[in-house]
């Protein structure tokens, strides 16, 4: 009977060890992965604005809390554009300049997307890029999935007789900045 007595107390110990290394080798927690947020930002021509992403990380990570600052914007990618209109007048015999345009923004992505259409212009040789949204008739700040915006613009610019005002405008290329 000692005989039998000892197998179960060993099968007992056995099993106890079992299930003490089971519980704490800890390999659950290792393969443990959460989703976070990063908030992010960046600047374009003195604006701030945020863009957050997501990543899996282990469970023992702690949060990010405290906003990382980007060094490029991210752009819509699969983004396309058609250019409707694009006029500038130099003078419209009102003292004033004008600028009007339509551009097709196209999302060919199976989500809608949140952002701003940057243009950059060549202007009598000097490059530069801002995004009108702000001024637009029509700003496009959320293309739709598979499918399109048309930005609209229509501005007159008082000449300023000190500076005079351009003679020609020519649109050189839109790109997507992605916001939240």
């Known amino acids: 009977m000692g005989d039998m007595k000892n197998k179960v107390n060993q099968l007992l110990g056995l099993l106890l060890i079992c299930f003490l ?6 390999s659950e927690n290792e393969d443990c ?4 947020t990063i908030p992010q ?9 945020s863009y957050d992403t997501t ?21 819509l990618e699969n983004f396309m554009y058609e250019i409707i209109q694009f006029e500038f007048i130099p003078d419209t015999g009102n003292n004033t300049s004008r600028l009007q345009f339509e551009i097709k923004l ?4 199976n989500v809608s997307a949140n952002g701003f259409p940057y243009l950059t212009i060549k202007s ?15 700003p496009c700040l959320r293309l739709p999935a598979n499918s399109f915006c048309i930005m609209t613009f229509d501005k007159e ?22 916001t939240n």
């Open 157 to 178: 610019y008082p000449i300023d007789p000190n500076l005079g005002t351009p003679s020609s405008m020519e649109l050189l290329e839109v790109v997507y900045y992605l």
């Open 106 to 109: 196209i999302n060919n992505n």
């Open 41 to 49: 930002f960046y600047i374009v021509n003195g604006q701030t604005y």
């Open 21 to 26: 290394f089971v519980n704490c080798s800890g």
């Open 33 to 36: 992965t959460k989703t976070i």
């Open 124 to 138: 009598d040789g000097l490059e530069f890029s801002t995004s009108y949204s702000s001024e637009a008739t029509e």
């Open 55 to 75: 990543q899996e990380v282990p469970c023992d990570l702690p949060d990010i809390e405290e906003p990382q600052q980007i060094d490029s914007p991210p752009e």
